[in-house]
């Protein structure tokens, strides 16, 4: 199976990687246009602020490239949330994938929300094995709002997505890689897709 990680400069690309050799899995990290469109997998990470990460992506073309791949892709933190329409970090146009907005957390929260949180009402596949109620790590200001592609919700100060899924795009706010076992699992089912 080739699962390649895609870098353009604004993910946590290595620590990804590092889960996948734990589990057991080559992968491979690259922004080459011609191997991600050949991989079985994708794995769109990200960290950073959008508009700078959405304009590395211009550079390279992947930001016409991903929304056409066809094989299964899997958005991490603020990969997930450029995969939506607009994000409010930076007024960002993002690539449209899932009909949605990005949010700041409202006034009188703290950000970045930092640490473990639960996860409920889960659905679909990537979420087998997992208990509802679940804790994922999460570090972020910004957030998805509910909605009718949400698998996944969690809440601080308010009820968020904290994934969702659309035919072959998944997208989860929590970072897997660093949310123990039940982050394993998680990627272990993304694979098994």
Not at 3 to 26: E, H, M
Not at 143 to 156: P, R, T
Request: net charge positive; glycine share 8%.
């Amino acid at each position: 199976m080739k699962i390649v990680i895609i870098d353009y400069g604004a993910g946590n690309v290595q620590s990804v990687k590092y889960a996948f050799d734990r589990l057991g899995y080559d992968s491979e990290i690259t922004d080459d246009y011609d191997k991600i469109k050949a991989a079985d997998k994708v794995i769109f990470p990200g960290v950073g602020e959008a508009s700078s990460a959405m304009n590395a992506l211009k550079i390279k073309n992947l930001d016409r490239l991903i929304p056409n791949l066809k094989q299964p892709v899997l958005g991490i933190c603020l990969g997930m949330q450029m995969m939506c329409k607009f994000s409010e970090e930076g007024n960002t146009k993002g690539m449209g994938i899932f009909d949605l907005n990005v949010k700041r957390f409202p006034e009188g929260l703290k950000v970045p929300q930092i640490g473990w949180n639960q996860m409920e009402r889960l659905k679909t596949s990537l979420f087998k094995g997992i208990s509802e109620k679940e804790y994922m790590y999460l570090v972020h200001s910004f957030y998805v709002e509910n909605n009718k592609d949400a698998i996944a919700v969690s809440s601080y100060g308010l009820k968020y997505a904290t994934a969702i899924h659309k035919n072959n795009f998944y997208g989860v706010q929590f970072h897997p890689e660093k949310s123990s076992t039940a982050g394993e699992t998680l990627l272990n089912n993304f694979l098994k897709m």
